[in-house]
């Protein structure tokens, strides 16, 4: 049963539950306890399943941690510690591992004193980490003397797990802490995870207490489930600790220029870069957010030209394609007090230990209520301090978008995370690292695995497809170097590891983080010719280009036409305007849950113009509903204004269709769909693949967080694909529409090599990227023609549908509409209305030089003004 806890302990309950040593070094550190701590400690102490949820610096880790420590100090004191690991604390990063264990061993050394004070000498706790990084040495040293509490990765988790002398030092463990919870539970990661933990449970002679910890998240009760799984088929017991304490929350919306559609690019340039120089320069250490990588670097650089006396050596760069040298001296520069700022993708949005920040500022929005408190959480990291964030919009919906933001950041709105489900691929590689530990029966191989959350309502189906691929039934496959990895004996339901080599094919290949590289761009000459390579794009861009579209690189524009392995062939001789921006594939999605807000705050401010009340209360409503500045309110005010002058204003109720033609007679069909870049990814997929079927295969799409577009130079018969297109029949439509796209190669191939189809290692040679796509292409052939039911095709296409896209959702808009909750009204014009020029320019974005982009924006505002005036 999950049960909110609604009771705290005091201050005296705690301090009686401690050992005298460890209340002596608590008090002697700490003045009082913490709120999660008189909310959390007891329940631990206790032995009761909790999750522990808190603004970040809100000592989750320390309130985990001291029942753990209490209970370890009671035993040394005794002399009764063994040889075991007591505790298991997981964590989604080896940097926030190496800081965990710094910060339990010095908390360690201060105890040991406080005993010598006492007379009372402790056994030794000893505290270790085992990640991917660990030499052998260190390992070795933990087999002989197992630490009692071992930190370690999920990955690692899973090898321990494998792994015969080790594996019986895990038998007894009494704790495991799931710290960042929820940047686990939305990923491959988590569902691995998930299994572990019950393949912990399973070998262990006593069920362990499961502890999560976590920033600010939802829905609670999910994660909890997610945390503990299911015993006898109904959810383990799990409290939750929804410590929501009221850290001051310093938190503003700011424009660089007063005007965000009427500016030059200079203006915007100098006026972003002043104020962020403006900020850094009235703080001691800030942060910033962007992201994407390409505009952290961009920010950088521009702040060190334009003032550079402020930026000398104390300004660094911080996101994933750096170096982990460079990221680490970024992050003990940061600790040092020695940097001024550093700029960051999303990379320090987890919290490791990067000492003291007082500003965070994001550029752009974060896309997420979650995300926005997490990454302000960094600033004024201790317990009370104040978190003071800063949030900078360049356009007008950014700046609604971030308003709306604020406003359910402030009111504690969280929008809810998507946990993965039966993930086969994952499935795959755990119970082949399952078979190697031991044999199993069938059934209670099935048992185990549906006491996962993740795996809660699999079905046999998929199960025994699994263990058929496993088990080398697939037998065309062997022609493809593809071998059973498990034998099953259907008369005693037995099963076990097949191969002298399992062990060593298992640890070397295990992990569910694909591995991405960079894709040679070439242009496809006539026979008579040599192919030209032209440049590098991300594997991850690459993956969400369909046939004929049209990209920017190196300032020329590109038709894509086909790839081969690790080559896309593109044509150059191109005339169309481009359909997808090269950063497209780096920006983070808005929530659904935030994006419902957007269009409720659209439907009251639709119903403020309808009823013509006037600018005064219009101004007043925005100001007391968004709790914003002037400055912020005069730019709605201004941009609703326009939009329901010219044309509509699309909202929860109304899904505005807009017609448009531009000056190449190019025709827009343009959907307002504001529900986020996953669930328009869906229905533009859909849209589009019905139209083409219709007749129309010349079409392009556009795509954003606020809507999406078709267009074409043909007529696009929109009314019959709104018709064909169902809630009940959008899977089968997707599903066909992704077949042949480079999307679906490209996660076939992670999929394949999650599942074990395709060694990355083996015998210590190690299998590139590339040759890891060429055979993802021989197998993904010779799979089609196994049926559609072969389990890594139907997880290939359940990622791409329910992980990349958003189906449940877009299945949910369109039952609206089915429903009459949603009415499509279209409208038609010459001029784009203002909610969707971002949605039109963003193709030219590459293109066009900053100054010809606001140009373009600003001569379509012209139009519009020049229309309703």
């Not at 969280?414 to 946990?419: L, N, Y």
């Not at 869906?682 to 954003?704: H, T, Y």
């Not at 066909?736 to 999307?743: D, G, R």
Request: net charge positive; aromatic share 8%; with cysteine.
């Amino acid at each position: 049963m999950i049960k909110q806890l609604t009771v705290q302990s005091t201050e005296k309950e705690l301090s009686e539950a401690l050992d005298p040593i460890v209340r002596e070094w608590f008090f002697s550190k700490f003045k009082k306890a913490s709120l999660p701590q008189l909310y959390g400690v007891l329940p631990i102490h206790n032995r009761q399943n909790i999750l522990i949820t808190a603004p970040t610096g809100g000592t989750k880790t320390l309130t985990a941690f001291l029942s753990i420590l209490n209970y370890l100090v009671k035993l040394a004191r005794r002399v009764d510690l063994e040889d075991k690991v007591y505790c298991v604390y997981v964590s989604p990063l080896k940097a926030l591992s190496r800081d965990i264990e710094i910060n339990l061993k010095e908390p360690l050394k201060e105890i040991n004193k406080i005993a010598k004070k006492f007379g009372v000498k402790l056994q030794d706790i000893r505290v270790a980490v085992r990640t991917g990084d660990t030499p052998t040495s260190e390992r070795t040293k933990m087999l002989k003397k197992p630490p009692h509490i071992f930190i370690t990765t999920p990955e690692t988790l899973a090898i321990v797990l494998t792994t015969k002398k080790f594996i019986d030092n895990m038998k007894s463990v009494e704790f495991v802490i799931i710290d960042e919870i929820h940047a686990l539970g939305e990923n491959k990661r988590g569902v691995e995870l998930s299994l572990s933990l019950e393949r912990l449970e399973h070998i262990s002679n006593i069920s362990p207490t499961r502890i999560g910890l976590s920033a600010t998240i939802a829905p609670l009760e999910e994660i909890a489930k997610f945390l503990v799984g299911y015993e006898d088929g109904k959810e383990r017991d799990c409290l939750i600790a929804n410590v929501q304490f009221q850290k001051e929350l310093d938190f503003k919306v700011l424009s660089p220029v007063d005007d965000l559609i009427d500016t030059t690019s200079s203006q915007i340039r100098k006026g972003l870069y002043g104020l962020m120089d403006k900020l850094i320069q009235e703080h001691k250490t800030t942060l910033v957010f962007t992201n994407t990588r390409s505009a952290t670097e961009r920010v950088v650089n521009h702040l060190k030209e334009m003032f550079p006396k402020n930026y000398a050596e104390d300004i660094g760069a911080h996101h994933s394609s750096l170096s982990k040298r460079h990221r680490f001296d970024i992050e003990k520069r940061l600790r040092e007090g020695k940097l001024k700022a550093v700029v960051c993708s999303t990379s320090l949005e987890l919290g490791i230990d990067i000492g003291y920040i007082d500003l965070v500022m994001q550029l752009g929005s974060p896309k997420s209520v979650a995300r926005a408190l997490q990454r302000q959480g960094r600033s004024g990291h201790k317990l009370h301090a104040s978190s003071k964030g800063r949030m900078i919009v360049l356009d007008r919906d950014d700046l609604v978008e971030c308003s709306v933001l604020l406003k359910e950041a402030v009111e504690k709105k969280i929008d809810r995370i998507h946990i993965p489900r039966n993930a086969l691929d994952v499935l795959c590689q755990q119970i082949y690292g399952m078979a190697i530990s031991q044999k199993w029966k069938v059934d209670e191989l099935l048992s185990l695995i549906r006491k996962s959350y993740c795996y809660h309502d699999l079905s046999k189906e998929d199960f025994y497809g699994v263990l058929s691929y496993l088990s080398g039934e697939y037998a065309d496959l062997e022609s493809k170097n593809v071998y059973a990895k498990i034998w099953i004996d259907w008369k005693t339901r037995e099963l076990g590891k097949r191969g002298m080599l399992a062990r060593m094919i298992y640890m070397t290949n295990i992990g569910t983080i694909p591995e991405e590289s960079s894709v040679k761009v070439i242009v496809a000459a006539p026979a008579a010719r040599r192919d030209e390579q032209i440049g590098v794009i991300d594997e991850s861009f690459l993956e969400r280009l369909r046939k004929k579209d049209v990209f920017v690189l190196g300032g020329n524009k590109y038709e894509f036409l086909y790839t081969r392995g690790m080559n896309a062939y593109v044509n150059a001789s191109v005339s169309r305007a481009p359909t997808i921006p090269s950063w497209f594939s780096e920006m983070l999605p808005l929530s659904f849950d935030l994006a419902l807000q957007i269009q409720r705050f659209r439907k009251l401010m639709d119903e403020k113009f309808r009823m013509k009340k006037k600018e005064k209360e219009i101004k007043d409503f925005i100001r007391e509903f968004l709790y914003v500045d002037d400055k912020a309110v005069n730019a709605i005010y201004n941009f609703f204004r326009e939009q329901h002058l010219f044309s509509k204003i699309p909202h929860e109720n109304r899904l505005l269709i807009e017609h448009y033609q531009d000056k190449e007679e190019k025709k827009y069909v343009i959907f307002h769909s504001l529900y986020g870049r996953r669930v328009n990814d869906a229905l533009s997929r859909a849209f589009a693949f019905v139209v083409a079927r219709l007749g129309n295969r010349d079409i392009e799409l556009g795509i954003s967080d606020n809507g999406f577009f078709l267009a074409s130079h043909k007529k696009i018969n929109i009314d019959k694909a709104l018709r064909e297109v169902k809630a009940k029949n959008l899977r089968e439509i997707l599903e066909q529409a992704i077949e042949k796209t480079e999307v679906f190669k490209r996660r076939f191939r992670h999929c394949a090599t999650r599942s074990l189809m395709i060694l990355k290692t083996y015998k210590g040679r190690r299998k590139s990227v590339g040759k890891q796509q060429m055979k993802s292409g021989f197998l993904l052939g010779a799979v089609k023609r196994l049926g559609d039911d072969f389990p890594i095709l139907k997880e290939t296409r359940r990622e791409v549908l329910e992980d990349l896209m958003d189906l449940q959702n877009a299945k949910q808009v369109l039952e609206w509409i089915e429903k009459g909750k949603l009415k499509v009204e279209k409208v038609s014009d010459d001029v784009p209305s203002p909610f969707a020029f971002n949605l039109i320019a963003q193709g030219y974005s590459d293109l066009l030089k900053m100054e010809d982009k606001i140009e373009f924006l600003k001569r379509m505002h012209k139009a519009v003004l020049a229309r309703i005036k």
